[in-house]
């Protein structure tokens, strides 16, 4: 059978990018300002690239970058994540409130590289955690740096510790130049997504995080008001952090809420040694309870030794992608307004080739468009499959993963995938299944469609798969 069409269009033929900003009709969702008025879907299909971690050059990173997009843009995915404090992007390498046209002219090309494959780009303002000097190891190699110390007053900067730093009114003025500067350089340009005040700000090494976001987020906002704009916290894993995430999510300026989640052997929450699609869909349907009216997104996931402490070494043997899979599918279906966006770009990405899994999820859900359907998310359970369905006025979406193929089984234990044969999905599954006209399967791990049979007591029989497999359902009109 023919499966739903999912192609990007040509630059040349299409609208310029506009502006993105939560849904008026669904704010679950994010759309895109058109030209000729009016809205459309804007679902972010992309990951972190937030920095060339090993190249030494300004030219090599550029062409990292070039590579990077173009093999993420020929999967039909749109939106990347760069951190404006890594020394490739650093404005102020030389001094607190000192700004290179280096490194702007840096920013300015990669932008124009994303903009050139539509690809939409959210920009970290910081990372840092202390202002201290301090002369450490890399925890494992590449591994980025959280100390700036030109904005130790010592080095001619504004403030002794980094307690003073987020309550003196002289460090945030000039942390207000740097986002006038940028805003005089890119407020409104069109490939730029949103802006984010800080990687993980809570993880800074002084308490006060949430004052100075409430007081940040606005002015970031008075600069940028075409973008969204955004906080971020560390990883969601301890009773502590929820206390964290509420708070930001009753932060009204915020225009959307954002969570960052790994498998973590050292996390003290045992959702964080969960299978990859629990794990996901979990903090998805956390942020949902704490931020009802807005768009939530897993804005970072992977996984890690204990603790953070390195790169996970299930991604030495997941070649095919069996966690990347997961991070993508599960947010989505679990009621977010985009993809899960991974982390480890070039340990695990990047290094086993993996882009072809965004194109696999742009096919899964082509022609699907969950403001017009007014998507609701549910989910149901097998004995065999955990199924993650997004219900729509006229479509269901339900993706069906296979419960005994989850990382813990095939990295972990080395127990290969078996097909899921003659599953029947019951009746009730996401109501109302003998209205439907249609019943097709989108098999991701082997980009193939097919039909699935409607049993008359109103089960649905899907067709071998392995793995997962989403299923549409087309509804009649007056379902």
């Not at 097998?382 to 993963?401: H, N, S």
């Amino acid at each position: 059978m023919s499966p739903p069409t999912a192609t990007l269009p040509s630059v040349a033929s299409s609208p310029r990018l506009r502006g993105i900003a939560p849904s008026t009709a669904h704010p679950r969702y994010l759309c895109e300002q058109l030209d000729v008025g009016g809205a459309k879907t804007f679902v972010p299909v992309g990951l972190n690239l937030c920095f060339p971690r090993f190249d030494r050059t300004p030219e090599a990173g550029l062409e990292r970058y070039r590579r990077w997009f173009d093999a993420l843009a020929g999967q039909g995915g749109n939106f990347v994540r760069l951190w404006l404090g890594h020394p490739f992007f650093d404005l102020e390498a030389d001094g607190a409130g000192e700004f290179s046209e280096d490194a702007a002219r840096r920013l300015d090309k990669v932008l124009d590289l994303a903009l050139q494959r539509r690809i939409r780009v959210k920009l970290t303002l910081e990372h840092f955690r202390s202002i201290a000097a301090r002369a450490e190891a890399e925890v494992f190699p590449g591994a980025a740096n959280f100390s700036k110390p030109a904005y130790a007053r010592s080095n001619g900067g504004y403030a002794d510790d980094m307690a003073e730093f987020l309550d003196s009114a002289e460090a945030r003025r000039v942390y207000l130049k740097k986002i006038d500067w940028l805003a005089r350089r890119y407020s409104g340009h069109p490939a730029i997504f949103g802006w984010e005040l800080w990687n993980e700000m809570n993880a800074v090494s002084a308490p006060g995080w949430l004052a100075w976001t409430r007081a940040m987020l606005p002015e970031l906002k008075r600069r940028f008001p075409g973008s969204l704009v955004m906080q971020s916290l560390g990883s969601f894993d301890r009773d502590c952090q929820l206390d964290n995430y509420a708070d930001y999510a009753r932060l009204s300026a915020a225009d959307l809420v954002q969570a960052h989640r790994y498998i973590d052997p050292g996390a003290p929450w045992p959702i964080c040694q969960a299978p990859m699609d629990v794990l996901c869909a979990d903090a998805v349907a956390s942020l949902r309870e704490l931020a009802p009216g807005k768009p939530v997104l897993l804005a970072e996931c992977g996984a890690v030794e204990a603790n953070h402490s390195s790169p996970s070494r299930l991604y030495e043997t997941d070649r095919e992608g069996v966690l990347l899979h997961d991070m993508l599918f599960a947010p989505f279906f679990a009621g977010a307004a985009g993809p899960g966006q991974a982390w480890h770009w070039d340990f695990y990405v990047e290094r086993h080739a993996l882009w072809w899994h965004f194109g696999r999820f742009v096919r899964a859900i082509a022609g699907f468009d969950p403001v017009a359907e007014q998507a609701t998310p549910l989910q149901f359970e097998t004995e065999r499959i955990r199924g993650f369905v997004l219900r729509g006025r006229r479509t269901i979406l339900a993706w069906c993963r296979d419960k005994r193929a989850g990382w813990r089984e095939e990295l972990a234990e080395g127990v290969r995938a078996e097909p899921v044969l003659d599953e029947l999905l019951p009746a009730d599954f996401a109501g109302v299944p003998r209205a439907v006209v249609e019943a097709v399967v989108y098999a991701p791990w082997t980009d193939r469609w097919s039909f699935a049979m409607i049993a008359e007591d109103g089960r649905v029989r899907l067709p071998a798969f392995t793995r997962s497999c989403v299923l549409k359902l087309t509804l009649l009109a007056s379902s």
